[in-house]
Protein backbone atom coordinates (compact mmCIF):
# COMPACT_ATOMS: atom_id res chain seq x y z
CA UNK A 1 0.00 0.00 0.00
CA UNK A 2 1.41 3.27 -1.30
CA UNK A 3 1.02 6.34 1.28
CA UNK A 4 1.71 9.58 -0.03
CA UNK A 5 2.16 12.38 2.63
CA UNK A 6 0.01 15.19 1.09
CA UNK A 7 1.97 18.39 0.29
CA UNK A 8 -0.53 21.17 2.49
CA UNK A 9 0.34 18.53 5.60
CA UNK A 10 4.09 18.69 4.72
CA UNK A 11 4.23 22.63 4.21
CA UNK A 12 2.16 23.17 7.52
CA UNK A 13 3.90 20.83 9.79
CA UNK A 14 7.04 22.73 9.29
CA UNK A 15 5.42 26.17 10.55
CA UNK A 16 3.69 24.10 13.20
CA UNK A 17 6.63 22.43 14.54
CA UNK A 18 8.75 25.81 14.58
CA UNK A 19 6.45 27.51 16.68
CA UNK A 20 6.03 24.98 19.42
CA UNK A 21 9.76 25.52 20.39
CA UNK A 22 9.21 28.22 23.27
CA UNK A 23 6.50 26.10 24.59
CA UNK A 24 8.41 23.07 25.14
CA UNK A 25 11.39 25.58 26.77
CA UNK A 26 8.68 26.97 29.30
CA UNK A 27 6.82 23.98 30.29
CA UNK A 28 9.64 21.09 30.25
CA UNK A 29 12.75 22.91 31.03
CA UNK A 30 15.73 23.41 29.21
CA UNK A 31 17.49 19.95 29.83
CA UNK A 32 14.47 19.11 26.69
CA UNK A 33 15.32 21.29 24.63
CA UNK A 34 18.43 20.40 22.55
CA UNK A 35 16.93 16.74 22.00
CA UNK A 36 13.82 18.37 20.81
CA UNK A 37 15.40 20.64 18.55
CA UNK A 38 17.52 17.62 17.34
CA UNK A 39 14.11 16.19 16.38
CA UNK A 40 12.46 19.38 14.68
CA UNK A 41 15.59 20.03 12.74
CA UNK A 42 16.91 16.82 11.45
CA UNK A 43 12.69 16.67 10.21
CA UNK A 44 13.09 20.08 8.71
CA UNK A 45 16.03 19.13 7.15
CA UNK A 46 14.63 15.69 5.46
CA UNK A 47 16.69 13.77 7.65
CA UNK A 48 13.54 11.29 8.56
CA UNK A 49 15.98 8.50 9.83
CA UNK A 50 17.29 10.25 12.64
CA UNK A 51 13.47 12.41 13.22
CA UNK A 52 12.44 9.16 13.48
CA UNK A 53 15.25 7.83 16.11
CA UNK A 54 15.41 11.29 18.24
CA UNK A 55 11.56 11.15 18.20
CA UNK A 56 11.04 7.85 19.65
CA UNK A 57 13.27 8.92 22.82
CA UNK A 58 10.99 12.31 23.04
CA UNK A 59 7.96 9.77 22.77
CA UNK A 60 9.36 7.18 25.16
CA UNK A 61 10.06 10.57 27.71
CA UNK A 62 7.03 12.73 27.36
CA UNK A 63 4.94 9.15 28.00
CA UNK A 64 6.52 8.57 31.48
CA UNK A 65 6.24 12.62 32.29
CA UNK A 66 2.34 12.23 31.37
CA UNK A 67 1.82 9.20 33.61
CA UNK A 68 3.86 10.88 36.96
CA UNK A 69 1.37 12.28 39.65
CA UNK A 70 -2.08 14.02 38.84
CA UNK A 71 -3.26 14.16 35.44
CA UNK A 72 -4.54 17.78 36.05
CA UNK A 73 -1.17 18.77 37.08
CA UNK A 74 1.14 17.66 34.58
CA UNK A 75 2.20 20.75 32.69
CA UNK A 76 0.74 21.20 28.85
CA UNK A 77 4.64 21.75 27.54
CA UNK A 78 4.71 17.96 28.08
CA UNK A 79 1.57 17.25 26.29
CA UNK A 80 3.25 19.29 23.36
CA UNK A 81 5.97 17.56 23.40
CA UNK A 82 4.24 13.96 23.42
CA UNK A 83 2.19 14.81 19.96
CA UNK A 84 4.97 16.41 18.01
CA UNK A 85 6.90 13.29 19.06
CA UNK A 86 3.92 10.93 17.96
CA UNK A 87 3.04 13.52 14.84
CA UNK A 88 6.99 13.52 13.93
CA UNK A 89 7.37 9.68 14.62
CA UNK A 90 4.93 8.69 12.17
CA UNK A 91 5.44 11.15 9.39
CA UNK A 92 9.02 9.77 9.24
CA UNK A 93 8.31 6.77 9.45
CA UNK A 94 5.96 6.25 6.47
CA UNK A 95 9.07 8.49 4.69
CA UNK A 96 11.95 6.45 5.31
CA UNK A 97 10.80 2.49 5.87
CA UNK A 98 10.77 0.44 2.56
CA UNK A 99 10.00 -2.88 3.77
CA UNK A 100 6.42 -4.34 3.03
CA UNK A 101 3.72 -2.67 4.92
CA UNK A 102 1.78 -5.22 7.22
CA UNK A 103 -1.54 -4.31 8.84
CA UNK A 104 0.41 -3.89 12.44
CA UNK A 105 2.60 -1.53 10.60
CA UNK A 106 -0.58 0.96 10.05
CA UNK A 107 -1.87 -0.29 13.27
CA UNK A 108 0.84 1.25 15.34
CA UNK A 109 1.20 4.21 13.53
CA UNK A 110 -2.65 4.77 13.56
CA UNK A 111 -2.36 4.41 17.17
CA UNK A 112 0.49 6.57 17.96
CA UNK A 113 -1.61 9.49 16.27
CA UNK A 114 -4.65 8.33 18.44
CA UNK A 115 -2.62 8.47 22.06
CA UNK A 116 -1.35 12.02 20.74
CA UNK A 117 -5.30 13.00 20.19
CA UNK A 118 -6.34 11.56 23.69
CA UNK A 119 -3.74 12.93 25.82
CA UNK A 120 -4.65 16.28 24.46
CA UNK A 121 -2.90 18.40 21.73
CA UNK A 122 -3.29 21.65 20.80
CA UNK A 123 -4.72 23.42 17.51
CA UNK A 124 -3.25 23.57 15.10
CA UNK A 125 -1.18 20.61 15.52
CA UNK A 126 -4.14 19.06 16.40
CA UNK A 127 -6.09 18.91 13.17
CA UNK A 128 -3.07 18.20 11.27
CA UNK A 129 -2.49 15.07 13.51
CA UNK A 130 -6.49 14.43 13.14
CA UNK A 131 -6.10 14.88 9.02
CA UNK A 132 -3.05 12.69 9.00
CA UNK A 133 -4.93 9.72 10.96
CA UNK A 134 -8.25 9.77 8.91
CA UNK A 135 -6.05 9.64 5.67
CA UNK A 136 -4.19 6.69 6.70
CA UNK A 137 -7.56 4.80 7.77
CA UNK A 138 -9.50 5.22 5.18
CA UNK A 139 -6.30 3.57 3.52
CA UNK A 140 -5.86 0.97 5.61
CA UNK A 141 -10.08 0.16 5.71
CA UNK A 142 -10.02 -0.18 2.07
CA UNK A 143 -7.04 -2.77 1.95
CA UNK A 144 -7.69 -5.04 5.12
CA UNK A 145 -11.55 -5.00 5.81
CA UNK A 146 -11.97 -6.21 8.54
CA UNK A 147 -13.55 -9.57 9.02
CA UNK A 148 -15.72 -10.37 6.57
CA UNK A 149 -17.50 -12.94 8.01
CA UNK A 150 -18.39 -10.81 11.25
CA UNK A 151 -21.63 -8.72 11.22
CA UNK A 152 -21.30 -5.96 13.50
CA UNK A 153 -24.90 -5.87 13.74
CA UNK A 154 -25.86 -6.64 17.94
CA UNK A 155 -28.33 -9.12 18.02
CA UNK A 156 -31.69 -7.93 19.97
CA UNK A 157 -30.75 -10.51 23.17
CA UNK A 158 -32.00 -8.52 25.88
CA UNK A 159 -32.05 -8.26 29.69
CA UNK A 160 -35.46 -7.20 31.99
CA UNK A 161 -35.65 -4.90 34.04
CA UNK A 162 -39.23 -4.12 36.04
CA UNK A 163 -40.30 -0.17 36.31
CA UNK A 164 -41.49 -0.18 39.65
CA UNK A 165 -44.79 1.61 39.54
CA UNK A 166 -45.13 2.87 42.71
CA UNK A 167 -42.19 4.87 41.93
CA UNK A 168 -42.82 8.11 40.33
CA UNK A 169 -42.43 7.87 36.10
CA UNK A 170 -39.88 10.05 34.29
CA UNK A 171 -42.79 12.14 31.63
CA UNK A 172 -42.13 11.38 27.84
CA UNK A 173 -42.77 14.22 25.44
CA UNK A 174 -42.39 14.09 21.66
CA UNK A 175 -40.52 17.06 19.84
CA UNK A 176 -40.76 19.51 22.32
CA UNK A 177 -39.54 23.26 22.17
CA UNK A 178 -36.59 24.59 23.76
CA UNK A 179 -38.72 27.07 25.81
CA UNK A 180 -41.50 24.66 26.82
CA UNK A 181 -38.62 22.33 27.96
CA UNK A 182 -37.12 25.15 29.44
CA UNK A 183 -40.07 26.53 31.45
CA UNK A 184 -41.73 22.76 32.74
CA UNK A 185 -38.63 20.86 33.07
CA UNK A 186 -35.01 23.05 33.53
CA UNK A 187 -37.13 25.82 36.04
CA UNK A 188 -38.11 22.97 38.04
CA UNK A 189 -35.17 20.70 37.65
CA UNK A 190 -37.39 17.79 36.74
CA UNK A 191 -36.02 14.88 34.47
CA UNK A 192 -37.98 14.27 31.11
CA UNK A 193 -37.42 11.66 27.88
CA UNK A 194 -37.49 13.10 24.66
CA UNK A 195 -38.86 11.20 22.08
CA UNK A 196 -38.64 11.76 17.77
CA UNK A 197 -35.72 14.33 18.27
CA UNK A 198 -32.94 11.25 16.49
CA UNK A 199 -32.88 7.83 14.59
CA UNK A 200 -30.13 6.70 16.32
CA UNK A 201 -27.69 4.17 14.90
CA UNK A 202 -29.21 1.08 13.56
CA UNK A 203 -26.05 -1.29 13.08
CA UNK A 204 -22.46 -0.82 14.48
CA UNK A 205 -21.35 -2.09 10.65
CA UNK A 206 -22.59 2.04 9.93
CA UNK A 207 -19.84 3.31 11.82
CA UNK A 208 -16.87 0.94 11.35
CA UNK A 209 -15.55 2.69 7.94
CA UNK A 210 -14.47 5.59 10.55
CA UNK A 211 -13.15 3.59 13.47
CA UNK A 212 -12.09 -0.21 12.93
CA UNK A 213 -8.42 0.27 13.45
CA UNK A 214 -8.64 3.33 15.77
CA UNK A 215 -6.98 2.75 19.27
CA UNK A 216 -9.59 3.36 22.20
CA UNK A 217 -9.71 3.03 25.75
CA UNK A 218 -11.75 0.25 27.52
CA UNK A 219 -12.48 0.08 30.93
CA UNK A 220 -12.22 -3.56 31.85
CA UNK A 221 -14.23 -4.71 35.27
CA UNK A 222 -17.55 -4.69 36.83
CA UNK A 223 -17.40 -1.42 36.97
CA UNK A 224 -15.54 1.77 38.57
CA UNK A 225 -15.83 0.96 41.58
CA UNK A 226 -14.35 -2.71 41.35
CA UNK A 227 -10.69 -2.55 43.11
CA UNK A 228 -9.66 -5.10 39.88
CA UNK A 229 -11.21 -2.38 37.24
CA UNK A 230 -8.82 -1.53 34.88
CA UNK A 231 -8.38 0.61 31.52
CA UNK A 232 -7.18 -0.91 27.86
CA UNK A 233 -6.35 0.62 24.74
CA UNK A 234 -7.54 -1.74 21.78
CA UNK A 235 -8.54 -1.60 18.43
CA UNK A 236 -12.30 -0.75 17.91
CA UNK A 237 -13.27 -3.74 15.69
CA UNK A 238 -11.35 -5.90 18.38
CA UNK A 239 -13.64 -3.95 21.09
CA UNK A 240 -15.99 -4.62 19.51
CA UNK A 241 -15.89 -8.22 18.48
CA UNK A 242 -14.48 -9.38 22.00
CA UNK A 243 -16.07 -7.08 24.20
CA UNK A 244 -18.91 -6.01 22.86
CA UNK A 245 -20.57 -8.76 21.04
CA UNK A 246 -19.75 -11.07 22.89
CA UNK A 247 -20.63 -12.22 26.79
CA UNK A 248 -18.00 -12.41 28.88
CA UNK A 249 -18.18 -12.30 32.70
CA UNK A 250 -18.72 -9.14 34.77
CA UNK A 251 -15.18 -9.07 36.04
CA UNK A 252 -13.99 -9.19 32.38
CA UNK A 253 -16.62 -6.57 30.88
CA UNK A 254 -15.47 -4.50 28.95
CA UNK A 255 -17.11 -0.73 28.90
CA UNK A 256 -16.37 2.16 26.46
CA UNK A 257 -16.85 4.70 28.99
CA UNK A 258 -17.03 8.05 29.58
CA UNK A 259 -14.74 9.02 26.54
CA UNK A 260 -14.82 12.06 24.33
CA UNK A 261 -14.65 9.43 21.05
CA UNK A 262 -16.11 12.36 18.62
CA UNK A 263 -14.04 14.52 19.52
CA UNK A 264 -11.05 11.74 18.98
CA UNK A 265 -12.75 10.18 15.92
CA UNK A 266 -13.94 13.48 14.02
CA UNK A 267 -16.06 11.24 10.97
CA UNK A 268 -17.97 9.54 13.92
CA UNK A 269 -19.70 13.17 14.63
CA UNK A 270 -21.95 13.00 11.21
CA UNK A 271 -23.93 10.07 13.40
CA UNK A 272 -24.79 12.63 16.28
CA UNK A 273 -26.08 16.20 16.48
CA UNK A 274 -25.89 18.39 19.81
CA UNK A 275 -29.61 18.54 20.81
CA UNK A 276 -31.22 21.77 19.91
CA UNK A 277 -32.96 21.98 23.40
CA UNK A 278 -29.11 22.23 25.01
CA UNK A 279 -29.23 25.66 25.00
CA UNK A 280 -31.64 26.15 27.20
CA UNK A 281 -29.15 24.26 30.31
CA UNK A 282 -26.83 26.45 32.29
CA UNK A 283 -25.93 28.88 30.59
CA UNK A 284 -25.98 26.84 27.13
CA UNK A 285 -22.00 25.87 27.69
CA UNK A 286 -21.20 22.87 26.41
CA UNK A 287 -18.60 21.48 28.51
CA UNK A 288 -18.19 17.66 26.74
CA UNK A 289 -19.75 15.34 24.67
CA UNK A 290 -18.84 11.37 25.84
CA UNK A 291 -19.47 8.19 24.16
CA UNK A 292 -21.07 4.99 26.52
CA UNK A 293 -20.43 1.65 24.00
CA UNK A 294 -20.58 -1.48 25.62
CA UNK A 295 -22.49 -4.73 25.89
CA UNK A 296 -25.59 -5.97 27.77
CA UNK A 297 -24.94 -5.72 31.78
CA UNK A 298 -22.67 -2.64 31.99
CA UNK A 299 -23.14 -1.01 35.00
CA UNK A 300 -22.56 3.08 36.12
CA UNK A 301 -23.19 2.97 39.91
CA UNK A 302 -24.75 5.33 41.86
CA UNK A 303 -23.12 8.59 41.40
CA UNK A 304 -23.76 12.66 40.76
CA UNK A 305 -22.40 14.80 38.38
CA UNK A 306 -22.22 18.78 38.48
CA UNK A 307 -23.33 19.11 35.06
CA UNK A 308 -26.91 19.13 33.57
CA UNK A 309 -26.85 16.17 31.27
CA UNK A 310 -28.50 15.24 27.98
CA UNK A 311 -28.70 12.07 27.61
CA UNK A 312 -28.89 10.20 23.97
CA UNK A 313 -29.81 6.42 23.29
CA UNK A 314 -28.19 5.84 19.50
CA UNK A 315 -28.72 2.11 19.98
CA UNK A 316 -30.30 -0.14 22.52
CA UNK A 317 -31.83 0.21 26.09
CA UNK A 318 -31.16 1.33 29.44
CA UNK A 319 -32.07 1.16 32.57
CA UNK A 320 -31.48 4.51 34.16
CA UNK A 321 -32.54 5.19 37.93
CA UNK A 322 -33.00 8.25 38.85
CA UNK A 323 -32.72 10.26 42.38
CA UNK A 324 -33.26 13.95 43.53
CA UNK A 325 -30.85 15.68 45.14
CA UNK A 326 -32.53 15.99 48.07
CA UNK A 327 -32.42 12.44 49.10
CA UNK A 328 -28.54 12.74 49.09
CA UNK A 329 -28.93 11.74 52.94
CA UNK A 330 -30.51 8.14 52.63
CA UNK A 331 -27.92 7.23 49.50
CA UNK A 332 -24.56 6.62 51.45
CA UNK A 333 -21.96 8.84 49.50
CA UNK A 334 -18.90 7.81 49.92
CA UNK A 335 -17.08 9.91 52.72
CA UNK A 336 -13.26 9.94 51.44
CA UNK A 337 -10.70 9.02 48.24
CA UNK A 338 -11.40 9.99 44.61
CA UNK A 339 -15.34 8.97 44.65
CA UNK A 340 -17.01 11.33 47.03
CA UNK A 341 -19.96 11.71 44.33
CA UNK A 342 -20.38 7.70 43.81
CA UNK A 343 -22.62 5.98 47.00
CA UNK A 344 -21.18 2.94 48.58
CA UNK A 345 -23.77 0.92 47.21
CA UNK A 346 -22.61 -1.25 44.15
CA UNK A 347 -25.83 -3.36 43.29
CA UNK A 348 -28.90 -0.88 43.50
CA UNK A 349 -31.27 -4.24 42.94
CA UNK A 350 -29.75 -5.98 46.35
CA UNK A 351 -28.91 -3.58 48.86
CA UNK A 352 -28.41 -4.52 52.72
CA UNK A 353 -31.08 -3.00 54.88
CA UNK A 354 -28.28 -3.42 57.69
CA UNK A 355 -25.71 -1.43 56.35
CA UNK A 356 -28.27 0.86 54.37
CA UNK A 357 -31.19 1.25 56.22
CA UNK A 358 -31.65 4.52 54.90
CA UNK A 359 -31.94 3.64 51.22
CA UNK A 360 -35.75 1.97 50.53
CA UNK A 361 -36.87 5.05 51.89
CA UNK A 362 -35.53 7.14 49.16
CA UNK A 363 -37.44 8.42 46.78
CA UNK A 364 -37.17 7.71 42.92
CA UNK A 365 -38.07 7.22 38.95
CA UNK A 366 -36.50 5.08 36.72
CA UNK A 367 -37.36 4.07 32.93
CA UNK A 368 -35.93 1.96 30.68
CA UNK A 369 -34.42 4.45 28.10
CA UNK A 370 -34.56 3.27 24.29
CA UNK A 371 -33.00 3.88 20.70
CA UNK A 372 -33.64 7.21 19.34
CA UNK A 373 -34.66 8.70 23.07
CA UNK A 374 -32.83 11.32 25.36
CA UNK A 375 -33.25 11.80 28.79
CA UNK A 376 -32.50 15.03 30.46
CA UNK A 377 -30.90 14.70 33.76
CA UNK A 378 -30.64 17.84 36.21
CA UNK A 379 -27.36 18.22 37.54
CA UNK A 380 -26.46 16.69 40.97
CA UNK A 381 -29.00 14.49 40.89
CA UNK A 382 -28.09 10.85 41.50
CA UNK A 383 -28.71 8.07 38.68
CA UNK A 384 -27.42 4.54 38.26
CA UNK A 385 -26.87 3.03 34.86
CA UNK A 386 -27.12 -0.08 33.51
CA UNK A 387 -27.27 -1.70 29.71
CA UNK A 388 -30.10 -4.10 28.85
CA UNK A 389 -28.47 -4.75 25.63
CA UNK A 390 -25.60 -3.68 23.44
CA UNK A 391 -25.73 -0.05 23.55
CA UNK A 392 -24.39 2.80 22.49
CA UNK A 393 -25.20 6.34 24.43
CA UNK A 394 -23.74 9.55 23.95
CA UNK A 395 -24.08 12.51 26.97
CA UNK A 396 -24.03 16.06 26.64
CA UNK A 397 -23.44 18.05 29.53
CA UNK A 398 -23.54 21.65 30.12
CA UNK A 399 -23.02 24.51 32.62
O1 LIG B 1 -24.41 5.23 30.51
C1 LIG B 1 -23.78 5.06 31.54
O2 LIG B 1 -23.29 3.97 31.85
C2 LIG B 1 -23.58 6.20 32.52
C3 LIG B 1 -23.91 7.56 31.98
C4 LIG B 1 -23.61 8.66 32.95
O3 LIG B 1 -23.30 8.43 34.10
C5 LIG B 1 -23.64 10.06 32.52
O4 LIG B 1 -23.96 10.33 31.36
O5 LIG B 1 -23.35 10.93 33.35
Known amino acids: MEF ?5 ITSLEHDVIDSLRGRIDCDCGPSVVPCFNEMIDSFKKEDYENARLTSQDMYDFAWDKLHTGKWSEVKNGWRILFATSCFISVTSEIRTTTQSKELSYW ?3 IRKCDMALIMGCEEPLESIIHNLVEKIHSMVYETFE ?3 NIQYTPSPSHKKRKINTDSSTIPRVKNISPTTFYKEYVA ?19 IMHCMAYRTVPV ?7 DPDWSQKMMLAHEYIR ?14 LAQHSLFDQIRP ?3 YIEEPTVGCMLGEGELVTRNAWLGPSGTVSPLHTDPYDNLFLQLMGDKFVRLY ?3 QTNKLYAQQEGLLTNTSYIRDIHQVCDINYPLFKEAEYMECVLTQGEMLYIPKLFWHYVESLSVSFSVSYWYK
Open 324 to 326: NKD
Open 219 to 225: EVGKDYT
Open 146 to 148: PDE
Open 107 to 109: TNL
Open 242 to 255: NYVLTTNSPDKRGY
Open 268 to 270: LSQ
Open 188 to 206: NQHPVIITGSFEGLQQLDD
Open 4 to 8: VIDNQ
